[in-house]
């Protein structure tokens, strides 16, 4: 009876799958039972493909493509190709730093080459903790131009690097104009990295992206030492041809960086953003994606990009948040406190508005979703502004009392995170309260 029941007991089979995501698996081994005591191993694939697959696994996110954002390919393109083009001029302006220091000359002295060398470092360092007190906050709202202009500094250092031999009286302050130059690339490029880092991350994975990101940086690294000491060798004792290979690259590192920013389709709202997206909501009724919005944001300093949307880009640029109230004069004092006892008398903010430029007063006590609120408020005014109504105040607030959850709802449901605003640390704020005091102070 035993005998007749283990004949027709059912066979277990074990399959093996191997991938770091559920649809990236694939079949490596069967095991099925032969007797009651042995097994059978067949195994699918071979070893090549096995080690190709994990060899790829140390250089790509896990779960990737799923797990990053659709322009994290394009933009990790880009990127790599501009860090290649940094790693060979790299070796090209270090031979030349060296060879202004003195390597290579019986003249030259242990100690003074030390010495110009911690010149150079101590400047950068300093640098780099004046530029961080003065913009570090402003890196995470502005990540694409802050992008491009720290590896427009590094690409400074670097020709100031090249030209350090040519001026050997001035040799020092050169040589520590450029380590300044890069000490501003070191901050600005690490914020930005992580702002853009977070973008990429869809499963809470911004640790393995970074971690992938160094294994990519270090074989672009190894490839750009490799060219470059080769460049630097056939180039050495002509000039002409170092500086047409420095330049050459200098200008395809530009245009490599342009089109990685350009790859990015940011979903944060930051000043600009959020300009863009009110006004073609206003105009429309209509949220834009984030690749529409990335089409139409500027990635150059305002003073030097050509945009063809002027009012788009004055909009934003008319509203000052985080204004000071002990800086307003009387007029505009009477004006906030009015404004405080009528019309903002719940919300978390006040806005003035003087020559076209509207500041937002914000309560010590508010939270991210009134910064947001109050800036799209002093947006709405600003837009409003121009058409000269008989009460600004009044028609801002009922353009917000009526559209401004639809819009917020509109946005969140493209695509866009309506969380915070990105924007410079508002480090000035107030506090008002209604009714009369207590007792009258002398």
Not at 293 to 302: G, N, Y
Request: charged letters at 20%; aromatic letters at 10%.
């Amino acid at each position: 009876m035993e005998e007749k029941f283990d004949k027709v007991k059912p066979q277990i089979i074990v399959e093996e799958w191997s991938g770091s995501s559920l649809n990236k698996l694939s079949l490596t081994a069967v095991i099925s039972p032969s007797s009651s005591s042995s097994f059978t191993l067949k195994r699918h694939g071979n070893r090549f493909n096995i080690f190709s697959r994990r060899f790829i696994e140390a250089f790509v996110p896990e779960g990737f493509p799923s797990s990053v954002t659709p322009d994290y390919i394009p933009f990790q393109t880009w990127d790599l190709l501009q860090g290649l083009s940094t790693y060979i001029r790299t070796m090209l302006s270090t031979q030349a730093l060296l060879s202004a220091i003195g390597v290579g000359e019986k003249s030259a002295t242990v100690i003074g080459a030390t010495f110009q060398w911690f010149l150079r470092d101590l400047t950068g360092m300093l640098g780099g903790v004046m530029f961080t007190f003065y913009q570090g906050s402003n890196l995470d709202s502005d990540a694409k131009m802050w992008r491009l202009v720290a590896d427009l500094m590094n690409d400074l250092g670097m020709l100031m690097d090249l030209l350090s031999p040519l001026f050997p009286s001035a040799f020092v302050f050169i040589v520590c104009l450029g380590s300044l130059s890069r000490s501003f690339t070191g901050v600005a490029s690490g914020a930005t990295r992580a702002a853009l880092t977070q973008h990429f991350a869809l499963q809470n994975n911004a640790a393995d992206i970074s971690a992938k990101e160094g294994s990519q940086e270090t074989v672009a690294t190894m490839m750009g030492m490799a060219l470059g000491m080769f460049l630097a060798h056939i180039t050495m004792g002509h000039s002409t041809i170092i500086w047409f290979s420095f330049l050459s690259l200098t200008m395809f590192h530009m245009y490599a960086n342009y089109k990685a920013v350009r790859c990015l389709n940011l979903t944060t709202l930051n000043c600009e953003r959020s300009s863009i997206l009110l006004l073609h909501f206003m105009e429309t009724g209509r949220v834009l994606s984030p690749k529409e919005v990335s089409d139409l944001e500027h990635v150059l300093p305002l003073w030097i990009s050509s945009w063809s949307s002027k009012r788009t880009k004055l909009l934003y640029a008319r509203v000052r948040l985080g204004a000071r109230v002990s800086s307003l004069d009387s007029l505009e004092m009477m004006e906030l406190l009015s404004s405080a006892g009528s019309r903002y008398e719940k919300a978390k903010y006040m806005l003035l508005e003087k020559k076209g430029i509207i500041s937002i007063v914000m309560h010590k006590d508010s939270t991210t979703g009134d910064v947001m609120q109050g800036f799209m408020h002093a947006l709405v005014m600003a837009n409003l502004v121009d058409d000269k109504p008989t009460s600004l105040h009044t028609d801002s607030q009922t353009w917000m009392d009526k559209h401004y959850e639809a819009f917020v709802l509109k946005l969140q449901s493209s695509g866009w995170k309506t969380e915070r605003l990105l924007s410079s640390s508002i480090i000035w704020r107030a506090n008002w309260s209604h009714g009369a005091p207590d007792k009258k102070i002398n």
